[in-house]
């Protein structure tokens, strides 16, 4: 246990209370609170449809299925991400072809990204990574003249925002994670947006074991093949619990990532990414630049204060480099830079001034 830990689970009476009566009603499987809590993130998010699916990696091999991504495709992914990102496109039996991100946001690479497009490009998978919200409108410029499809893993981002619409709203279809990181989080699980329901309707089915959309569940007919990735009322209720204040804890990581802005002004030696104009950072991961991260953060480990890299360089694994169904473009300059340096901060609903100045004061003493 770290005296300061990169990130809290916000569990509050109420939350325990509601999980408590879900079990007393019996009703575990996916259900009426599975469905109010996509309920409350499509109000919030403002978007057509949502499915609550078994986890963010489930979520996007559902919607490349339902865009009928499969073997001969290829999908083009950042190299600076957490795996799943691509594995699913191997998954699903289509070629990764992995590209570097731009070392700034740490987002994918726009440039390098239309460089690796073939005419067997049928989507892309941009992350935007730890909450920064892409760049929407150069993406939509590429769909418009490449004619793919645009898969947002956005495990990170929800209530990042780009023009005034959230993250969610922007590509085909976005997928969002809600691991016990996230500061939404249902333990384990998932979440699809899209706004187009003839999409929403193949995924719900497919989520279910291919059942006709519109059965009964006491004579459902079987359309499909399909799997299960439904995500129980037990978990439901507990992301729905935190949807209860999901404003107030967007609010605050926004505030404590500011009051880490202003104790890092003028620090030599750590930077800051950027975000796209236009875009509004939800600060999932509050992440630095620093030259010596590895030596950093191990120090302040051991003066109990949780740091953490950033995530990782799919280009420096076995899973991606010795995979034939797998390409990887360039040299990956960008993506080396976020790998080696980016240091993730702790920040949690709670934190206190007095917390975020130890972080800073130790950090800055290691520079
Ligand atoms: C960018 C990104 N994509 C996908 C995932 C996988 O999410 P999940 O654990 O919900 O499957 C993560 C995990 O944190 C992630 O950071």
Known sequence: MYSIP??????????????????????????????????????????????AVTSCTTGLELALRCLGVGPGDEVIVPDYT???????????????????????????DYDKLEAAVTDKTKAIIPVSLFGNP?????????????????????????????????????ADIAVFSCHPRKFVTTGEGGLVTTNNTEWAEWMLSYKHFGMGVADSRLTANFDRIGTNYKLSNVLAAIGLAQMKDVDMLLAERRELAERYKQLLANKAGITLPETVEGGTHS??????????????????????IEVQIGTYSLHMH??????????????????????????ALPLFHGMTVEEQRTVIKELVQLI
């Open 6 to 51: 990169l990130i809290k689970p916000y569990i509050t009476q109420q939350l325990k209370d509601s999980v408590l009566d879900v079990l007393d009603t019996g009703y575990l499987t996916e259900g009426p609170v599975t469905r109010e809590f996509e309920a409350a993130i499509k109000d919030f998010i403002g978007c057509e449809h949502v499915l």
């Open 82 to 108: 957490y795996p799943a990102t691509a594995t699913v496109v191997n998954i699903v039996g289509a070629t990764a072809i992995i590209v570097d991100v731009d070392p700034t946001t740490m987002n994918i």
């Open 134 to 170: 892409l760049n929407y409108a150069r993406l939509n410029e590429l769909k418009a003249k490449h004619g793919f499809f645009i898969v947002e893993d956005s495990a990170c981002s929800l209530g990042a925002d780009y023009n005034g619409s959230m993250v969610g709203t922007h």
């Open 283 to 304: 600060w999932q991961t509050f992440c630095v630049f620093v030259e010596e991260r590895d030596a950093i953060m191990a120090s302040m480990r051991e003066k109990s």
């Open 318 to 343: 076995k899973a991606f480099t010795e995979n034939h169904m797998v390409r990887i473009e360039g040299d990956m300059t960008g993506s080396k830079y976020a790998f080696a340096h980016a240091l």
